[in-house]
């Protein structure tokens, strides 16, 4: 793990890599090309790390597809993988950031997230597709907050 992550946006041709590595650890895949949603591919000076994607509604983002491959696990590279999404967001304006998992949440928590009722999501986010019906009732939703409420213009807690 050596060197800055750097965050690329994917190109449609892109995509099916993304789709592959999603669809193999058993992740939602089934709307990746469906306009709306931002992907990047994540690279350190080491080669390619993962991937990540966010779905923009107004100041609130919906946190999805964080993947790492299978050769770079373990090393630390997931939380460079979700942290490079989250400067993202913070880059696009963004204030607040929710997911829903149903194997990662304590991975999620250890970066800032927290437990988060699903009813206490915008509207907009709980009609993704991903909160309506590719992520089951019982995934774990999250929420992370970008800005810190008590703290002056653009401190953030994005590292």
Same mark, same amino acid.
């Given at each position: 793990?050596?060197?800055?992550?750097?965050?690329?946006?994917?190109?449609? @041709?892109?995509?099916?890599?993304?789709?592959?590595?999603?669809?193999?650890? +058993?992740?939602?895949?089934?709307?990746?090309?469906?306009?709306?949603?931002?992907?990047?591919?994540?690279? @350190?000076?080491?080669?390619?790390?993962?991937? +990540?994607?966010?779905?923009?509604?107004?100041?609130? /983002?919906?946190?999805?597809?964080?993947?790492?491959?299978?050769?770079?696990?373990?090393?630390? @590279?997931?939380?460079?993988?979700?942290?490079?999404?989250?400067?993202?967001?913070?880059?696009?304006?963004?204030?607040?950031?929710?997911?829903?998992?149903?194997?990662?949440? /304590?991975?999620?928590?250890?970066? +800032?997230?927290?437990?988060?009722?699903? /009813?206490?999501?915008?509207?907009?986010?709980?009609?993704?597709?991903?909160?309506?019906?590719?992520?089951? /009732?019982?995934?774990?939703?999250?929420?992370?907050?970008?800005?810190?409420?008590?703290?002056?213009? +653009?401190?953030?807690?994005?590292?």
């Amino acid at each position: 793990m050596t060197g800055p992550v750097t965050a690329t946006s994917l190109t449609e @041709d892109e995509l099916p890599a993304l789709v592959t590595l999603l669809a193999s650890e +058993g992740l939602p895949n089934e709307d990746v090309a469906t306009a709306g949603r931002r992907f990047w591919r994540l690279d @350190d000076p080491d080669g390619h790390v993962g991937y +990540g994607g966010l779905e923009l509604y107004e100041r609130d /983002g919906l946190l999805r597809s964080v993947v790492v491959l299978p050769e770079r696990r373990r090393r630390g @590279d997931g939380r460079r993988v979700a942290e490079a999404i989250c400067r993202e967001a913070v880059a696009l304006g963004l204030d607040r950031l929710w997911l829903l998992t149903t194997g990662a949440a /304590g991975f999620f928590e250890r970066i +800032g997230f927290t437990r988060a009722e699903r /009813g206490d999501a915008p509207p907009a986010i709980r009609a993704s597709a991903q909160f309506a019906r590719l992520c089951p /009732g019982s995934a774990a939703c999250l929420r992370r907050d970008l800005t810190s409420p008590a703290a002056g213009m +653009g401190d953030q807690r994005c590292m």
